[in-house]
């Protein structure tokens, strides 16, 4: 496969929002507005937080106000994946929480089980499919790893089948791999931008007042409300949830706990049916490989393969633009992948490219938390793996709002925030030598240098 070639057609745009599903715009605020509880953003984090406002209260006055459109950042640019996992993985989770590694795995699986049950008490056309994800492993070094946590996976009631290399290939036909592992309940492929779409809709059903491109500029703390002042208007709120990710907080203390970094991925033409032949894939299963920097793929509705990952990239000063949606460097590069995984598919081509950013923390998964007298919830720092495990956030933050004391906020994981990241141009530094670091652990059998066994004491890291 040329990968220039294959690129040549493929819109500068996400896939996923790029379709004619997508719904008309809602209305700005203008003037000014009450309510008991306003969200701000619009993508699953805000969506999820509204909805389940008004589950649990049906009389609460709730209003959410995005920026932009709903969907249109990192809810509508991701691969489609809702994870079961709450910690970014159940090693992650050992490491940082042991003692309760297993109520952590409970509960993300109740959550993502719930999260199907709402897709279709609402009727949300979305694609949803609980297909599982198979680990693949190109490398020796990295089914090694693989297999060393597979009995505490199984210990902690995750389904986990292994494969060896004809089994797996037997799944999804590749040269690539020498085996890997089925994890049958953690992973649903869906449509992230339909949902996005219809967990809107389901707002609007319940009684949520959404107001699109009406970004926040600015909160006051009152003695009766905080007053959230957006360009043509204001509301005065009992209660605030922030679900904005990375984008510039309302709340000062958390510019120290997140860093953007930018995810990129591809989507290519329908397959013919002799080209989804060649490929196999009839469980149509989520595929993850099990390096460092890793690629994620998947089918979509109409036998597309989503192609993303690998290239986790943070531009120095942490700055975030729109022209950083967009680089070329790193699409060829997974187009030469996609090639070497699938040399049965040459002359396949790509429809769409694209970008977007993601929150990213030092511990990998959200962080949660409160202030302004316990008026303002937050959960941020997702870090790649927010499509399911924001609804659980979601719920945290109604919890601490309501001041209730539930077996989510009784959590250290809950109660605890990561480590901080130094100040730029530290900050900057860091992080390249990380990424410089990761991708030669990559190139030798997975050994982890100097530079990432002190940031592995510290508590530090960075991931896609």
Request: charged share 25%; with cysteine.
């Given at each position: 496969?040329?990968?220039?070639?294959?690129?040549a057609?493929?819109?500068?745009?996400?896939?996923?929002?790029?379709?004619?599903?997508?719904?008309?715009?809602?209305?700005?605020?203008?003037?000014?507005?009450?309510?008991?509880?306003?969200?701000?953003?619009?993508?699953?984090?805000?969506?999820?937080?509204?909805?389940?406002?008004?589950?649990?209260?049906?009389s609460?006055?709730?209003?959410?106000?995005?920026?932009r459109?709903?969907?249109?950042?990192?809810?509508?640019?991701?691969?489609?994946?809702?994870?079961?996992?709450?910690?970014?993985?159940?090693?992650?989770?050992?490491?940082?929480?042991?003692?309760?590694?297993?109520?952590?795995?409970?509960?993300?699986?109740?959550?993502?089980?719930?999260?199907g049950?709402?897709?279709?008490?609402?009727?949300?056309?979305?694609?949803?499919?609980?297909?599982?994800?198979?680990?693949?492993?190109?490398?020796p070094?990295?089914?090694?790893?693989?297999?060393?946590?597979?009995?505490?996976?199984?210990?902690?009631?995750?389904?986990?089948?292994?494969?060896?290399?004809?089994?797996?290939?037997?799944?999804?036909?590749?040269?690539?791999?020498?085996?890997?592992?089925?994890?049958?309940?953690g992973?649903?492929?869906?449509?992230p931008?339909?949902?996005?779409?219809?967990?809107?809709?389901?707002?609007?059903?319940?009684?949520?007042?959404?107001?699109?491109?009406?970004?926040?500029?600015?909160?006051?703390?009152?003695?009766?409300?905080?007053?959230?002042?957006?360009?043509?208007?204001?509301?005065?709120?009992?209660?605030?949830?922030?679900?904005?990710?990375?984008?510039?907080?309302?709340?000062?203390?958390?510019?120290?706990?997140?860093?953007?970094?930018?995810?990129?991925?591809?989507?290519?033409?329908?397959?013919?049916?002799?080209?989804?032949?060649?490929?196999?894939?009839?469980?149509?299963q989520?595929?993850?490989?099990?390096?460092?920097q890793?690629?994620?793929?998947?089918?979509?509705?109409?036998?597309?393969?989503?192609?993303?990952?690998?290239?986790a990239?943070?531009?120095?000063?942490?700055?975030?633009?729109?022209?950083?949606e967009?680089?070329?460097?790193?699409?060829?590069?997974?187009?030469?992948?996609?090639?070497?995984?699938?040399?049965?598919?040459?002359?396949?081509?790509?429809?769409?490219?694209?970008?977007?950013?993601?929150?990213?923390?030092?511990?990998?998964?959200?962080?949660?938390?409160?202030?302004?007298?316990?008026?303002?919830?937050?959960?941020?720092?997702?870090?790649?793996?927010?499509?399911?495990?924001?609804?659980?956030?979601?719920?945290?933050?109604?919890?601490?709002?309501?001041?209730?004391?539930?077996?989510?906020?009784?959590?250290?994981?809950?109660?605890?925030?990561?480590?901080?990241?130094?100040?730029?141009?530290?900050?900057?530094?860091?992080?390249?030598?990380?990424?410089?670091s990761?991708?030669?652990?990559?190139?030798?059998?997975?050994?982890?240098?100097?530079?990432?066994?002190?940031?592995d004491?510290?508590?530090?890291?960075?991931?896609?």
């Amino acid at each position: 496969m040329d990968p220039l070639k294959a690129l040549a057609d493929a819109e500068r745009k996400p896939y996923w929002l790029d379709s004619p599903a997508k719904p008309e715009p809602l209305t700005r605020l203008f003037g000014e507005t009450s309510a008991d509880l306003a969200v701000v953003g619009g993508g699953f984090s805000g969506l999820w937080t509204a909805l389940m406002a008004k589950e649990r209260d049906p009389s609460l006055d709730v209003v959410l106000l995005e920026g932009r459109r709903v969907g249109w950042a990192a809810s509508g640019r991701n691969g489609g994946f809702a994870m079961a996992t709450l910690t970014h993985g159940i090693a992650n989770g050992l490491e940082r929480w042991p003692e309760e590694i297993s109520t952590l795995e409970r509960l993300g699986v109740d959550n993502l089980d719930e999260l199907g049950e709402a897709v279709a008490r609402y009727g949300i056309d979305c694609g949803y499919e609980r297909t599982g994800e198979l680990h693949v492993a190109t490398e020796p070094w990295q089914l090694e790893e693989m297999n060393q946590s597979l009995d505490i996976a199984r210990e902690l009631g995750a389904r986990f089948d292994v494969l060896d290399a004809e089994e797996i290939r037997a799944e999804v036909n590749s040269p690539t791999y020498i085996g890997g592992h089925w994890e049958r309940d953690g992973c649903a492929m869906l449509d992230p931008a339909r949902l996005a779409w219809g967990l809107r809709e389901a707002c609007l059903s319940m009684g949520v007042r959404i107001y699109e491109r009406t970004p926040v500029r600015t909160m006051k703390d009152t003695p009766a409300s905080l007053d959230l002042r957006t360009p043509h208007g204001m509301v005065r709120a009992r209660n605030v949830a922030l679900g904005t990710g990375v984008f510039q907080p309302l709340l000062r203390r958390l510019r120290h706990l997140l860093v953007p970094v930018y995810d990129y991925a591809l989507m290519t033409e329908p397959l013919s049916a002799d080209q989804l032949a060649s490929v196999g894939w009839q469980n149509r299963q989520g595929v993850g490989d099990a390096a460092n920097q890793f690629h994620y793929y998947r089918l979509t509705e109409d036998n597309r393969i989503l192609w993303g990952g690998y290239d986790a990239v943070y531009y120095n000063g942490g700055m975030i633009k729109p022209e950083y949606e967009q680089r070329d460097e790193t699409f060829v590069k997974l187009a030469e992948h996609f090639s070497t995984t699938f040399p049965q598919l040459s002359g396949l081509r790509f429809t769409h490219r694209w970008g977007g950013v993601i929150d990213t923390c030092s511990r990998f998964s959200a962080f949660y938390g409160r202030s302004h007298g316990g008026r303002l919830a937050y959960a941020a720092g997702y870090t790649g793996m927010g499509v399911g495990a924001t609804r659980f956030g979601a719920n945290v933050m109604l919890d601490l709002l309501a001041g209730e004391r539930t077996e989510r906020t009784e959590l250290r994981m809950v109660k605890e925030k990561p480590v901080p990241f130094p100040p730029e141009p530290v900050r900057s530094v860091g992080i390249q030598m990380t990424r410089w670091s990761i991708a030669q652990a990559d190139l030798h059998q997975g050994r982890r240098n100097l530079w990432l066994r002190t940031l592995d004491r510290m508590g530090l890291g960075f991931d896609s």
